[in-house]
């Protein structure tokens, strides 16, 4: 089972970029998937998050209306469109699912409820 982000890139504030997490080893529409993001100095945190089919989407507060999570079952792929960027959005992005199948944390940004995690994408904006 591997999850493999990509599609970190250095961008100027205001621009956009799409993260891609593509699976393999296991069929992913069956999972729900998360991105979080760890900033240099700062604690891992969630973005955005999506059940298992796409029904349902979350995001945090911080990046509400500029980033939109996305998957494409068929190609066993989430994408995380990132409009409208901002320097502080500059971090390692990575994807994330947990071992259940149809399941969702309760706690949607919990990351120690994820068990399998890409290796990470660099996202740097500036100024």
């Known amino acids: 089972v591997q999850l493999q982000a990509s599609g970190g890139g250095l961008v100027q504030a205001g621009g956009s970029l799409r993260l891609s997490c593509v699976a393999s080893g296991f069929t992913l529409r069956y999972y729900a998937i998360a991105w979080f993001r760890q900033a240099p100095g700062k604690e891992r945190e969630g973005v955005s998050c999506?059940?298992?089919?796409?029904?349902?989407?979350w995001y945090a507060d911080s990046v509400k209306g500029r980033l939109t999570i996305s998957r494409d079952n068929a190609k066993n792929t989430v994408y995380l469109q990132m409009n409208s960027l901002k320097p502080e959005d500059t971090a390692i992005y990575y994807c994330?699912?947990?071992?259940?199948?149809?399941?969702?944390?309760?706690?949607?940004?919990?990351?120690?409820?994820?068990?399998?995690w890409g290796q990470g994408t660099l996202v740097t904006v500036s100024s």
């Open positions: 994330a699912s947990p071992s259940e199948r149809l399941w969702v944390p309760p706690l949607i940004f919990d990351s120690t409820q994820y068990h399998f």
């Open positions: 999506i059940s298992s089919f796409g029904g349902s989407t």
